[in-house]
């Protein structure tokens, strides 16, 4: 329907003719639930000469306004890039699943002769609860993309500077795939380089920012179930931190880096050499 259709070319000026048609795009932009493609569709039209921005920016100006107090955050199509968790689950229990060959090859060699606590868990039990646990760090990873930033309004009374920054430049992304790699990269350290003790510092710097700040900042601006989903992995961790501390107590570690683990793999490999 031609809005300007209505009223005759010969009563008001060109100049109220568009601001008339500016008026009827930006009603229409605000009233719409896809604002922003509406937007980007009436700034394509600004480039192929259309109307001038003024008209969009001072009406947002006065939109924002009507909410004292609060700060609108910019969109960014790459937090909404995937609709499905599966192809993130997928990645994360594949990229999780890469150090295993190091895992095997420990057990084989050098893992069972060592001194161990008495509540080890089972060889057995490793495979599958890493692998649910790795399918929730997925699922987190497809939330934390999800939520989009601009779509959601934080006071400043109640919402702190480091906070808005955080969510504004995807910082939470960013620490939470940092501990993802820290994660993946434990078994090459522990396992593969046969290093107990730094092994035990990298599980105990997972958990701290695990427990804190990740758990409670998904808690709050992602979402509260989702962080409750992450409490297996918190119990899981904790349970993996006094175990490596228990092994490194068990079998400590000279000056020199030598250690019960290091010991049997040279037996290990002396016995290979000559067998052949």
């Known amino acids: 329907m031609n809005v300007l259709g209505l009223i005759p070319p010969s009563s008001i000026s060109v100049q109220k003719q568009q601001h008339q048609y500016r008026h009827v795009q930006l009603k229409q932009t605000f009233s719409s639930s896809s604002s922003s493609s509406s937007l980007f569709l009436f700034a394509s039209r600004r480039r192929r000469g259309g109307y001038p921005m003024d008209g969009i920016q001072s009406s947002q100006r006065r939109y924002s306004s009507c909410l004292p107090g609060t700060i609108s955050f910019p969109s960014s199509s790459f937090l909404s890039s995937s609709s499905s968790p599966i192809p993130w ?158 092994i490194c107590t068990l079998n400590p570690t000279d000056a020199c880096g030598y250690n019960n683990a290091t010991f049997f793999n040279d037996m290990y490999l002396e016995r290979k050499k000559k067998n052949q």
């Open 89 to 246: 689950i997928l990645a994360s229990v594949v990229c999780g699943a890469a150090p295993t060959p190091f895992v095997v090859k420990a057990i084989r060699i050098w893992y069972k002769r060592i001194r161990l606590p008495s509540y080890t868990p089972p060889d057995k039990l490793f495979a599958p609860v890493w692998t649910c646990l790795y399918a929730i760090i997925g699922y987190t990873f497809w939330i934390i993309m999800r939520v989009s930033v601009s779509s959601r309004t934080l006071t400043t009374t109640t919402t702190t500077r480091a906070v808005q920054v955080l969510l504004q430049q995807n910082l939470l992304l960013y620490m939470f795939i940092l501990h993802y790699i820290l994660n993946i990269s434990w078994a090459p350290i522990f396992f593969g380089c046969k290093n107990l003790r730094l092994g035990h510092v990298l599980n105990t710097i997972l958990l701290c920012t695990l427990v804190c700040p990740l758990v409670p900042l998904i808690y709050i601006y992602v979402h509260p179930w989702n962080a409750i989903l992450l409490l297996p992995y918190v119990a899981w961790l904790t349970l993996a931190t006094r175990l490596s501390h228990d």
